[in-house]
């Protein structure tokens, strides 16, 4: 009774169909969030003082998550039509709230000289979150290797002659539920292509500038090489991050009188 539940006795268990993830416990999540949220709303009927509460529509269930890239995700492999995830946050032991269908809609990375790469993602969840749902049971162990600044490269323009201060990357999923009358859960959820991804790459100016500011159309300016590649300290490859159908978009350049001048790259693609 009026106790508190710490972080050391927390616990995140993934779950998925796709073999390349299996049952996992996620290690090194900075910050994670659960919850629901109802469509409800107050209809005011006319000549009478009280309200009435209606629901208009199915109850929004996320989950987003924080961690720092320390070991090769699981999350980034259920990008596809089927790719259906379950978990459960576990705590003071015997204790666990989870659910059975979630869906990737957003998955995000950031690399920076000097700091260890975050990843964020988020999941829309379409069967009841609930108490008692456990995923732990028994799992693979995930090994942990840390990268550092050195085992972190970018390929894209004029990567190879000036220095790549670092990058965000990011992925963003389209799901469409479908109800029939009756129904508390979705009879199927459908995955609307393309996936979309966005990258920003930071360089420090050495032999490039701004391109022409209506250089858009021009040819070259799309199906650019544009990926990404991060390593542990034993050489074991944790993420392989691409922009397939790459097109430089836009471009920011920053000079200030205390810092180098800097380039900013903006991509965009689909898959």
């Known amino acids: 009774m009026y106790g508190t539940t710490l972080n050391y006795e927390s616990h995140f268990f993934l779950s998925g169909v796709n073999p390349d993830i299996g049952r996992k ?33 199915a109850t929004s269930q996320t989950l987003s998550l924080s961690r720092s890239l320390i070991y090769q995700d699981p999350l980034l492999s259920m990008t596809g039509s089927s790719s259906v995830v379950s978990a ?25 000289v000097g700091s260890v790469p975050k990843v964020n993602a988020s999941l829309v969840i379409y069967d009841e979150m609930r108490s ?11 090994q942990i290797d840390v990268p550092s600044q050195g085992s972190m490269t970018a390929t894209c323009d004029n990567s190879a002659t000036n220095r790549v201060l670092g990058f965000d990357y990011s992925l963003s999923i389209k799901k469409i539920p479908y ?3 009756g129904s508390e859960t979705p009879v199927e959820v459908k995955h609307i292509n393309p996936i979309e991804y966005t990258a920003a790459v930071q360089i420090d100016v050495d032999d490039i500038f701004l391109a022409s500011g209506f250089s858009f159309f021009e040819e070259g300016r799309s199906d650019k090489n544009v990926s990404f590649s991060v390593q542990g300290r034993n050489g074991t490859t944790l993420q392989t991050l691409t922009v397939p159908n790459a097109s430089l978009v836009s471009e920011q350049l920053n000079a200030s009188a205390d810092g180098s001048v800097r380039l900013t790259l903006n991509y965009i693609g689909h898959s």
Request: some cysteine; charged content about 5%.
């Open 25 to 57: 416990e996620l290690s090194g999540i900075n910050s994670l969030d659960i919850g629901y949220q109802s469509s409800s709303s107050v209809n005011k009927p006319l000549g009478s003082v009280h309200g009435v509460t209606t629901v208009a529509g």
């Open 88 to 112: 459960s946050f576990n705590y003071n032991n015997n204790t666990s709230y989870g659910f059975e269908s979630g869906y990737l809609t957003s998955y995000s990375v950031n690399c920076a």
């Open 132 to 142: 008692g749902v456990n995923k732990s049971g028994t799992f693979s162990p995930i």
């Open 179 to 181: 109800y029939t009358i």
